[in-house]
């Protein structure tokens, strides 16, 4: 069986996870940590599959691909028939702008390693990097509230079917109230998380509810 390399509070796996309980693939989870062991990311047997140290990956066959919007845009390509990406190609642009607000612009000055760094190499106090974390977060949905306004479905962010931004969006919103990121100048986002955090899909991928959650 295809597995994923997930750990349960990395917000990329996350995504990964929404797009395949979505799509209804069926999968094995191979649990990395990233504290246990010194990282576990770090292991030379998981570096064997992906140089970079990061998660997710996905496995196949013996391949392994990284990069979260990479596979699921491989999964969007191999597994059509329950789409994350519309077939007309402005909108398809569009949706993958949108994610890419979020996977390229808010997520990368936010992750892991990137506070750690702030606070561990350049001596930041926990609250300064707090206040790095929603500065950021701010920008981000402050660009995105007003599109999603006006392109939002009932449910989703584009439309009225889940799509690739759909799954950036709640694992970004989840990580926001992590670091009490004030989220209530951004009434789309709110209700679309909400909406969609009441879907199986979501449920199921939510780090809560993973097998190695802390």
């Known amino acids: 069986m295809d597995t994923l390399y997930t750990f349960w509070r990395s917000s990329a796996s996350y995504r990964v996870r929404i797009a395949l309980n979505h799509k209804g693939i069926e999968y094995e989870s191979a649990l990395i940590h990233f504290r246990k062991e010194g990282g576990q990311h770090r292991k030379p047997e998981f570096l064997a599959k992906n140089p970079q140290g990061l998660l997710p990956a996905w496995e196949q066959g013996g391949w392994t691909l990284n990069q979260s919007l990479a596979i699921i845009e491989y999964l969007d390509e191999t597994y ?12 398809r642009a569009e949706v993958r702008a949108l994610a890419q607000v979020i996977a390229c612009e808010m997520h990368p000055l936010n992750n ?39 392109k ?18 709640v694992p970004q919103v989840y990580n926001a109230r992590r670091f ?34 802390e």
């Open 112 to 150: 892991l390693r990137v506070l750690n760094y702030l606070k561990q190499e350049l001596g930041q106090e926990q609250e300064r990097v707090n206040e790095w974390y929603r500065h950021w977060c701010t920008l981000g949905f402050q660009s995105l509230e007003p599109v999603l306004a006006k």
């Open 80 to 91: 059509p028939e329950v789409p994350l990406l519309p077939d007309e190609p402005k909108a």
């Open 152 to 169: 939002a479905g009932r449910y989703c962010c584009y439309g009225d079917n889940i799509t690739l931004v759909d799954c950036c969006l």
């Open 180 to 213: 009490d990121c004030d989220l209530s100048p951004y009434p789309s986002v709110v209700r679309i998380d909400e909406r969609l955090n009441a879907l199986d899909a979501f449920i199921q991928a939510a780090p809560e509810n993973q097998p190695d959650a």
